[in-house]
T-cell receptor, first 114, second 114 residues
Framework: NAGVTQTPKFRVLKTGQSMTLLCAQD?????MYWYRQDPGMGLRLIHY???????AKGEVPDGYNVSRLKKQNFLLGLESAAPSQTSVYFC?????????????FGPGTRLTVL | DQQVKQNSPSLSVQEGRISILNCDYT??????FLWYKKYPAEGPTFLIS?????DKNEDGRFTVFLNKSAKHLSLHIVPSQPGDSAVYFC?????????????FGQGTRLTINP
């Protein structure tokens, strides 16, 4: 069981470039999430998905798009990167059903936008 | 406006002693609280949680206390061990069903000294 994996681990972009971050989970979880973490701040929710083919906005969605074409994958896209998007990005997944299931996090992607 | 706050950026404790990490929140709609632990270059891992209908939850060396009237929770680690050195995030969630849109505090870096 690999859990939650993220690709790539590091990336440097120039302003205006685009890229896609890939998150994959092998736990058959329904819910998936994208967070960003900036220095001195906690993790903030960007977008999330409650199932294949569905996505919803979180706390800080501007400048990002997401897709969930397959249950096990959740993609985060930056169409035109800005220096303000320099951050560490974490993906997480969680079970549905029951009450208050924990989220399992990937190792993160460190993105620098110059 | 930060809804979840951890006012101590860092804490240093001697091995074997008690570590107490604090967290305050402002949103009275939060009804579930979690603590996550994070090592460098890794994603956060779930540590312990508590529902708003309880005031204490214990799991081995870790105990979380919730004071709803004060909108305050704390994590106690007894006894503290060198492996507990990490960044600890407090997180809160509102709503019983569906995806958990977690709101995180800024984190507290705990250092356990031998």
């Amino acid at each position: 069981n690999a859990g939650v994996t993220q690709t790539p681990k590091f990336r440097v972009l120039k302003t205006g470039q685009s890229m896609t971050l890939l998150c994959a989970q092998d736990m058959n979880h329904e819910y998936m999430y994208w967070y960003r973490q900036d220095p001195g701040m906690g993790l903030r929710l960007i977008h999330y998905s409650v199932g294949e083919g569905t996505t919803a906005k979180g706390e800080v969605p501007d400048g990002y798009n997401v897709s969930r074409l397959k249950k096990q994958n959740f993609l985060l896209g930056l169409e035109s990167a800005a220096p303000s998007q320099t951050s560490v990005y974490f993906c997480a997944s969680g079970k549905s059903g029951g009450v208050y299931n924990e989220q399992f996090f990937g190792p993160g992607t460190r993105l620098t936008v110059l | 406006d930060q809804q979840v706050k951890q006012n101590s950026p860092s804490l240093s404790v001697q091995e074997g002693r008690i570590s107490i990490l604090n967290c305050d929140y402002t949103n009275s709609m939060f009804d579930y609280f979690l603590w996550y632990k994070k090592y460098p270059a890794e994603g956060p891992t779930f540590l312990i949680s508590i529902s708003s209908i309880k005031d204490k939850n214990e799991d081995g060396r870790f105990t979380v206390f919730l004071n709803k009237s004060a909108k305050h929770l704390s994590l106690h680690i007894v006894p503290s061990q060198p492996g507990d050195s990490a960044v600890y995030f407090c997180a809160a969630s509102a709503g019983v069903q569906g995806a958990q849109k977690l709101v995180f505090g800024q984190g507290t870096r705990l250092t356990i000294n031998p």
